[in-house]
């Protein structure tokens, strides 16, 4: 079963920067793509970025220009380079990977989150 850690949150002022890393514990074949996603206390989780196997990315429009996930297929890590955080950046943040198995069914794998806090 492949696991996924996520690292690098903590406590940030505002208008800081932090990097998140999610490391897997074996290479995933057959991704269909590799998310960050947080979710804020009372609210729903949302997707923030996400990266396709050939690189493509995209980003929810509140993050666009702050935040850069990548990838580092050697080392199975996927990261989020975030800078200028703002205190509504407050969230646990979770690393997810969407795998296309047998018969075309899509598998996710979430990691465990990780704390961002943005202080004003």
């Known amino acids: 079963q492949v696991q996924l850690v996520e690292s690098g ?3 940030v002022q505002a208008g800081g ?4 890393s999610c490391a897997a514990s074996q290479t995933i074949s057959n991704i269909h ?3 960050w996603n947080r979710q804020a206390p009372g609210r729903q989780r949302e ?4 990266i396709s196997p050939g690189g ?3 980003y929810v429009d509140s993050v666009q220009g702050r935040f850069t996930i990548s990838r580092d297929n050697a080392k199975n890590t996927m990261y989020l380079q975030m800078n200028n955080l703002q205190p509504e950046d407050t969230a646990v943040y979770y ?3 969407i795998q296309r198995q047998t018969g075309g ?3 996710d794998f ?3 989150g990780t704390q961002v806090t943005v202080s004003s």
Do not use: F, H, I, Y
Request: glycine share 16%; hydrophobic share 50%.
């Open 9 to 11: 949150g903590g406590l």
């Open 110 to 112: 979430w990691g465990q």
């Open 56 to 58: 493509r990315t995209n």
């Open 95 to 97: 690393c997810r990977v």
């Open 33 to 35: 793509a590799m998310t």
């Open 47 to 50: 997707l923030v970025a996400g």
């Open 105 to 107: 069914v899509l598998v």
């Open 17 to 20: 920067s932090l990097r998140l």
